[in-house]
């Protein structure tokens, strides 16, 4: 099975994010991945929009996970990443 980058970028974020003990802002998970900020930005919003991140707004801001690591779904991470 072959994935969108939108579904790589994705799985790879939430492995960032589930090793961080704070919230994970944006501009340094492009810098450390290598993403496209706004293509990384699009993506996390539809994984918060669709409660697999909680989104902080503020100079401390940024993404955590919403549940335990081993309660994601490959299939939910997918289907939401790939929504337009």
Request: glycine content about 4%.
């Amino acid at each position: 099975m072959l994935l969108t980058k939108a579904s790589e970028y994705a799985l790879l974020s939430l492995i960032y994010i589930s090793s961080k003990s704070t919230p994970c802002d944006v501009d340094t998970m492009a810098t450390e991945l290598e993403i496209p900020k706004s293509f990384l930005a699009k993506i996390l919003q539809n994984l918060a929009r669709d409660g697999l991140l909680h989104s902080y707004k503020g100079a401390k801001g940024g993404f955590t996970l919403a549940k335990e690591p081993s309660a994601y779904t490959l299939k939910e991470i997918l289907a939401s990443a790939e929504k337009k």
